[in-house]
């Protein structure tokens, strides 16, 4: 017989681990309904998978991936329809999945109404589904059955995904314009310095000029750019490789999410938008019935941000000791130090030095080569710079961390609101009004950011095309005087 494993909480919110033998999924959920635990997590334990017998399901087309955010949105909004409408259940998702095109959500949904006809419930097919139907969505479904009320749980659910989706939309589309426009002006200076700024070094060759240093800076970016090209494009690429693999470690994600929430502007944008959801999902699950420790466990899988996780860990740990929300919440929000947050912070400020450092190399390379070494500036000089930046943003940006490293990521507003909820027995009402509140100000922040990104960036190419001119007439006006001088001799 196959034997599951199976992880479930008892009536008191204590964590139960434990493996049973059933003839299927279905028996083995009911054995642990009768054994008095709420089941949260249920699997085949590996190696027992020959033994289970039954009907196997159909083969499916082949597709990548999981189903699109906004195709589960109008699923969840038509089903929720339907049911209210008095349709059951079965025949509700066999006329939504013919009319959904060729897919993961139409197959997953051929696949549910399989299981369906099995004998299991809506929420133990949509169980087995996980890359399109996630464990918040489950668990709602499941309460929703078990209180009788799924087309108003569907109702909910619906909202909530659109809510979701809806500032998804609204950032990803203030971003737009911005990244265009910062994505032309890189094609257009790296074109500049590619096409036009090695002219002018044959002709300043020619006539062996003494070449400032904004000059040789200038030429040294220009020859990294035409030597190096394929490296400004492999850089990046290495940096977010070297980023995601850092990241699959606990540490080395705890310290980037601790990191990245602290980013002057952009952070405090993502800080507000994890605390809109969170909100919003747990407020969603207390509406709908699901018991408030099953509730936080969801939450903190969806919060999508190592610092927010640790803080409902510490939340759930007090509600088992018999414990309030608020408190723990309030207690636990200050990140503290963490080293790997510390080496992000100090990267951030070395790597313009770094950079300056990899241009100053071809300096010293092209410069020591041509007649330009008279001048008043050489690679050396540019690589000593560049080693003062390099400190001076590692010093800088450290103390920035431990400037901010005690600062709360949840709000007085959140922890007041929370503790009144908890007191009036309004716990989810408080919850969604915190989370449209944080919506709210996440689409100020996104306006905001995007008018204050225009001017920013017309300052930015403003400045370097300033530099640009500057560096190269400079030698320009004393070859003129030179010349002017001489012809009057």
Avoid at 228 to 257: A, T
Avoid at 372 to 391: E, F, N, P, R
Wanted: glycine fraction near 8%; charged fraction near 20%.
């Amino acid at each position: 017989m196959p034997m599951y494993q199976f992880e479930a909480m008892d009536r008191t919110g204590q964590e139960i681990r434990d493996v049973i033998e059933a003839l299927n999924e279905e028996e083995a959920q009911n054995t642990i309904r009768q054994m008095g635990y709420f089941v949260t997590k249920l699997s085949l334990k590996k190696g027992a998978q020959a033994a289970v017998g039954g009907r196997k399901k159909q083969k499916r087309g082949f597709v990548i991936g999981g189903a699109k955010t906004k195709h589960i949105c109008q699923f969840t909004r038509q089903l929720s329809i339907l049911q209210d409408a008095g349709l059951p259940i079965l025949r509700s998702l066999k006329i939504l999945e013919q009319n959904q095109k060729p897919g993961r959500l139409k197959f997953t949904l051929q696949d549910v109404c399989e299981d369906i006809e099995t004998g299991m419930t809506l929420s133990e097919a949509m169980a087995r589904a996980p890359k399109v139907f996630s464990r918040l969505y489950v668990n709602m479904i499941k309460a929703g059955e078990a209180g009788g009320a799924l087309e108003t749980i569907l109702q909910r659910l619906a909202q909530f995904l659109e809510s979701a989706e809806s500032l998804k939309r609204k950032v990803k589309g203030a971003m737009i314009y911005p990244v265009a426009v910062v994505l032309v002006a890189i094609l257009i200076l790296a074109g500049i310095m590619y096409f036009i700024v090695p002219t002018f070094k044959k002709m300043f060759e020619e006539f062996e000029l003494k070449l400032p240093a904004p000059t040789v800076l200038l030429l040294a970016m220009s020859d990294y750019v035409v030597k190096y090209f394929w490296l400004m494009i492999l850089l990046p690429v290495c940096c977010w490789l070297i980023g995601k693999i850092v990241r699959k470690f606990k540490h080395g994600r705890v310290g980037y999410d601790m990191f990245i929430i602290k980013v002057p502007i952009f952070g405090s944008l993502i800080e507000r938008n994890i605390l809109a959801r969170t909100t919003r999902t747990l407020g969603t699950l207390i509406s709908s019935g699901v018991p408030i420790l099953e509730a936080l466990n969801i939450t903190r899988e969806t919060a999508g941000n190592a610092m927010f996780e640790r803080i409902f860990n510490k939340v759930i740990e007090a509600i088992r000791e018999g414990d309030v929300i608020a408190k723990p919440m309030k207690e636990n929000s200050i990140p503290g130090f963490h080293p790997m947050a510390m080496f992000y912070w100090a990267w951030t400020g070395a790597f313009p030095g770094i950079m300056m450092m990899s241009v100053a190399v071809t300096s010293a390379q092209g410069v020591a080569k041509g007649k330009q070494a008279k001048g008043s500036a050489s690679g050396s000089d540019i690589m000593m710079i560049s080693g003062m930046a390099i400190g001076l943003g590692v010093v800088a940006m450290s103390l920035w961390y431990l400037l901010k490293m005690r600062t709360r990521v949840i709000d007085d507003l959140v922890v007041n609101m929370i503790d009144v909820g908890e007191e009036t027995g309004e716990l989810d009402t408080m919850l969604y009004k915190v989370a449209d509140n944080y919506d709210e100000e996440v689409r100020v922040m996104t306006e905001g950011l995007t008018k204050l990104i225009e001017p920013m960036l017309i300052v930015f190419l403003g400045v370097a095309v300033g530099f640009i001119v500057v560096s190269l007439f400079m030698p320009l006006i004393e070859l003129i005087t030179s010349l002017s001088g001489g012809g009057k001799k």
